[in-house]
């Protein structure tokens, strides 16, 4: 069962989101900030991170650079969820790093296929 | 055309080098804090009421939905109240009952406030919330008897534009907010440079063409740690330097200016000095104007656009309104001199007139005082109040307007025409 860790300061969406995905095979585990989420990152290697962008400590720009700096976490794709316009998440997600992004508001039936795509194919 | 002593004066025009207050600046009447509170169906109450938990909380619920949510932590809170003087005490939440419907913040600096966080719970939006809470805003600015009160409103946020628009704000300037992920630059850094400690990089700080945004003015530096700065000597003899806060993670309030030559060069060769000592630093730069020169060189050094925002002023003292005229106009205005026998009319005006511009500001309390200043050298602005004793109002303002006709003259009151909001 891939494990996905959503990284979200906001309790609701990370409910929600848990919920879908959940149910669509995964296994979800979540941290509230930055801080929280890079340690549990470390701690239980996770199949994909869904990163948001807005974090009270750091950003989720600041933060994927710190996850790509563990040598633990190479290759874990890493997937901005964001509000931004696509023109300006493109930008900002091939400037940053991550392996994508997916945009909010989230639509719940194309999550779990969302998700899926960043996975090794074996995996989703 | 004003009346005094029942003969009809002749008040100078523009076209003769003079402005006088007159009522396009009028802006709609506040009401009072009372009215305020027996307007509304829900409480608009003083921030200071609540823990800065609870501040960040009822904050952050209001952001949720924002395409930019940016979220606080309580710490990042006290932080932000800290660096851009937020005055808790002045700040307002909009509660029924005990539900949080929204809040906003209040800056305050000498002769200037700043509206900041102002925002309405989702759900709870387009009920007056806002504008209440932007009142409440507003009549605390009055009741510390400030003129000039500055927001940025993100771009596209359009019934949070309206309402300022309603309630006498102007568009000043359109801002860009960027982001650089760390690496090196790809420039070499060719030149001489020379690295600053904080107070010699405040120094330069202040040397800035006005207007400067809140967040990165001289007062936000000062009250931030490692803030440093970097100056440059091109091989060409440009000139230049840039100022920054270098926070645990980010670099930011990254803040060039160039001195002599060309910005790009400029600033190219002090970002290539930068990131090749800070390689792995993320950076982060809020509320560069879209007419900055130095704009080409952020993005040539990496920088992408996040998002923009529209920087508003509201000024209620007319003469200000002129001189921000003025200042928009990019008339030279290197000295002024204010001369009124209103101690706050002076203060209001020296202090807000160094938010709008550069300009040295001596003050002056009769007119054969500030006569005998323009004899020894003259002003490139007068503020005068037409009552001061000595030579009166006028009598200075016409043989400064003979003597020095270069210098823009404003009355600060004229017979018949009062402070517009009071």
């Known amino acids: ?124 | 055309m004003v009346q005094q002593d029942d003969t009809v004066v002749q008040l100078p025009s523009k076209s003769t080098g003079f402005w006088y207050p007159d009522t396009d600046v009028e802006v709609l009447p506040l009401p009072t804090f009372s009215e305020i509170a027996s307007t509304y169906q829900f409480q608009v109450i003083p921030a200071n009421r609540f823990t800065m938990e609870q501040l960040t909380d009822a904050y952050n619920q209001t952001r949720v939905d924002y395409v930019v949510p940016m979220p606080m932590s309580v710490a990042r809170l006290v932080e932000y109240v800290h660096v851009y003087d937020v005055d808790i005490d002045r700040s307002a939440v909009a509660m029924d009952g005990d539900q949080v419907l929204g809040l906003g913040m209040l800056g305050a600096r000498p002769g200037c406030t700043w509206i900041t966080r102002l925002g309405v719970v989702p759900g709870r939006r387009r009920r007056g919330v806002g504008e209440a809470v932007l009142l409440y805003l507003l009549a605390a600015s009055e009741q510390m008897g400030i003129d000039l009160t500055t927001l940025d409103v993100i771009r596209g946020n359009a019934p949070a534009h309206r309402l300022f628009l309603k309630w006498g704000f102007h568009e000043t300037r359109e801002l860009i907010i960027l982001r650089r992920p760390p690496g090196p630059s790809s420039t070499a850094s060719v030149g001489q440079f020379h690295w600053l400690d904080k107070k010699e990089a405040l120094k330069l700080a202040d040397t800035r063409p006005r207007p400067i945004s809140w967040l990165n003015a001289v007062s936000s530096l000062g009250n931030s740690d490692h803030v440093m700065g970097l100056t440059v000597t091109l091989p060409d003899g440009g000139h230049g330097w840039l100022v920054f806060q270098k926070k645990r993670f980010i670099l930011t309030r990254l803040t060039i200016r160039t001195t002599k030559g060309d910005p790009m060069a400029v600033g190219r060769a002090l970002f290539a000095q930068l990131y090749e000592k800070y390689p792995d630093m993320d950076s982060n730069m809020e509320n560069v104007s879209t007419t900055n020169p130095h704009l080409p060189a952020f993005f040539d050094v990496g920088f992408v656009e996040s998002f923009r925002r529209i920087e508003m002023y509201r000024v209620t003292h007319p003469a200000l309104a002129h001189a921000a005229r003025l200042v928009r106009g990019n008339i030279a205005l290197r000295r002024a001199l204010v001369v009124d026998t209103e101690e706050a009319t002076v203060f209001s005006i020296r202090d807000s007139m160094k938010t709008l511009s550069n300009c040295d500001i001596t003050v002056a309390t009769s007119g054969e005082q500030a006569w005998r200043l323009f004899q020894q050298q003259p002003f490139d602005l007068l503020f005068a109040d037409y009552k001061i004793p000595g030579a009166d109002g006028m009598t200075l303002v016409e043989r400064v307007r003979q003597s020095y006709p270069r210098t823009s003259i404003i009355l600060t009151s004229a017979p018949g025409v009062g402070r517009s909001h009071r």
């Open chain 1, 1 to 124: 069962m891939p494990k996905v860790l959503i990284i979200d300061d906001n309790a609701d969406h990370i409910r929600m989101t848990g919920r879908v995905l959940t149910r669509a095979g995964y296994q979800v585990f979540s941290a509230s900030d930055g801080e929280t989420g890079l340690d549990l990152a470390i701690a239980d290697r996770p199949d994909v991170i869904l990163l948001d962008l807005g974090l009270p400590d750091v950003d989720g720009q600041t933060l994927v650079g710190w996850l790509r700096r563990e040598p633990v976490l190479e290759g874990v794709p890493i997937v901005a969820v964001t509000a931004w316009p696509d023109d300006v998440a493109a930008q900002m997600v091939a400037a940053y790093g991550f392996d994508g992004y997916i945009s909010k508001p989230i639509t719940f039936a194309n999550l779990g296929n969302q998700v899926a795509a960043y996975l090794p194919s074996d995996d989703a």
